[in-house]
Structures are given as structure tokens and as C-alpha cells.
């Protein structure tokens, strides 16, 4: 599947967009996807009459990362060159002007769980999980999320997140504000997604756009310079056993047995 045809985009009324990922079921990413959301993202930026984006995804989860083998969450084992050009490009996406507010069903894991955090907001359904499961694979957190992260939940429940790579429920996410919004159903979500943004567009759009650069002021910047320390850590964590056993026991789908070597 090329770009073009992985990332759709729907105009709605009053001013909101639908950008689409379409690499169901899971939607794994890699850098072409990430460069055409992102090209999307400034296109659209660019846009006087777009007020609000809203990203969603095709299929059973919003998105499982970056694939390196098999199904299911295995993510996040890219290699060392393609994680600099990735991180590049999810830069752009901390850059944009317009809100945009994720709906997120099914699983965000790994950097699919940085996609979302891109957003200024995330609308979430009783089954969406939100995970970190970097450490479950030996590896460091990519995707600015070292930062990103932190901003959204609070340095507290960042580390919770990203120590132990546990999946983190929709009422929970909702407590701490991971998630901002919960539908009622699973199907509601996207819906829900649409309404928040619509709200939103409904404000002065010079106004919005004033208030949320001051809101996110630096960011884009933090993100640039963590993701140049994130792939380093993650260089060197890819040449460890631990590393080795953490993919294994992904693709195997049993716990993994760690040595610390």
C-alpha cells in the first residue's frame, strides 16, 4: 500500500477535516505514512477555512506502532536509520497550528501511543487501550514521547507508563487525563471525535490557534531534540539479549524472561 493510498482525508462542515489512517487492522506506521500525514498536516494548515482536525483510523486499533513481524502490538523494533527519518517526520506533526483530536479505539501501543499523544486531545471508548511497551521489550521509548508524554499526564504517571509497559484502560486514561474524552460505545467514538472538534471550530479561529501556540510553546523543539537521545538509547538497547528475548516473546506471545544482559 503507497502513501497516497494509507492516509485518507474527508472535508466535514464547519471546518473540520477527517485525515484517516488506512492500514487496517492494526495500522502500523512507517516513514512514508508518518511523511504523507504530516504533508497532509501542513497542507492543511495552510488551510483558512480548516479549523479543526479530527485523526482516526480505520479497522479494530488506532494504530500498533512501527511492525517487525507477525500481528497483533509487536512494534516499535526499527532500525537505527529509519528511526531518525521516522522521528523527523513525527516532529512535523508536534508543529502544526490546527487542534487536532484523535479518536482512538482499540489499542494505541508503542509509537502508535505517541500518534495519539500528538493530538491535542484524545476521545476513547470502553475497549481502547493506551500502552507504552517499550521496557517490555528491552528497549527505550521513541517518538518524543520522553516528552510528550509527561506533558499529558504528569511526570508520575509518564514513568508508571513507561517502566512497567502496562496497558492503561479507557477510565483510567480518563482519570489522568490521557484520554479526554470517553464515548459511550466503541462505535461512538469517532462521532464523539467529530462533535469535540466541532466545538472547537466553532471559536474564533485566530483565537484558537493564539491560545493553543502559547499552550504547546516549545514543544515541537523538545520533541526534535529528545528524539536525537531516544534513538541513541534505542541503538545501543537493540544489541542487547534482552532486546532479543523482549521481540521473541512478542512474536511468541508469552512473558518474556529478562537477564539483564
Excluded at 494504530?63 to 502490538?73: I, P, R
Excluded at 521481540?247 to 518474556?256: D, E, F, I, K, T
Aim: glycine share 12%.
Amino acid at each position: 500500500m503507497t502513501a497516497s493510498t494509507a492516509v485518507g482525508i474527508e472535508r466535514l462542515a464547519d471546518g473540520v477535516v477527517l485525515v484517516e489512517l488506512r492500514r487496517p487492522p492494526h495500522n502500523y506506521f512507517d516513514v512514508p505514512l508518518i511523511t504523507a500525514l504530516a504533508d497532509l498536516y501542513a497542507e492543511l494548515d495552510a488551510d483558512t477555512a480548516v479549523h479543526a482536525i479530527v485523526l482516526a483510523s480505520e479497522g479494530r486499533n488506532f494504530c500498533a506502532g512501527a511492525n517487525f513481524g507477525g500481528d497483533g502490538d509487536r512494534t516499535e523494533a526499527i532500525s537505527t536509520d529509519v528511526a531518525g527519518s521516522l522521528y523527523a517526520q513525527g516532529v512535523r506533526l508536534f508543529s502544526v497550528g490546527t487542534p487536532v483530536v484523535a479518536a482512538v479505539q482499540g489499542i494505541a501501543i508503542g509509537g502508535g501511543l505517541g500518534l495519539a499523544v500528538s493530538a491535542d486531545f484524545r476521545v476513547a471508548g470502553p475497549g481502547t487501550r493506551f500502552s507504552a511497551n517499550f521496557s517490555r521489550l528491552g528497549l527505550h521509548q521513541g517518538f518524543g514521547l520522553s516528552v510528550s508524554l509527561p506533558r499529558v499526564v504528569g511526570r508520575q504517571h509518564a514513568l508508571d507508563m513507561l517502566l512497567t509497559g502496562r496497558r492503561v484502560g479507557a477510565d483510567e486514561a480518563l482519570r489522568f487525563g490521557l484520554a479526554d474524552r470517553l464515548a459511550a460505545t466503541d462505535d461512538g467514538i469517532r462521532a464523539d471525535a467529530v462533535a469535540l472538534a466541532t466545538e472547537i471550530a466553532a471559536a474564533a479561529p485566530l483565537a484558537v490557534r493564539s491560545i493553543r501556540a502559547t499552550q504547546k510553546a516549545g514543544l515541537a523543539e523538545e520533541v526534535a531534540a529528545i528524539t536525537a537521545h531516544e534513538a541513541a538509547e534505542q541503538l545501543w538497547l537493540r544489541g542487547t539479549a534482552d532486546f532479543a528475548e523482549g521481540v521473541a516473546a512478542s512474536l511468541q506471545r508469552r512473558a518474556p524472561r529478562f537477564t539483564g544482559s
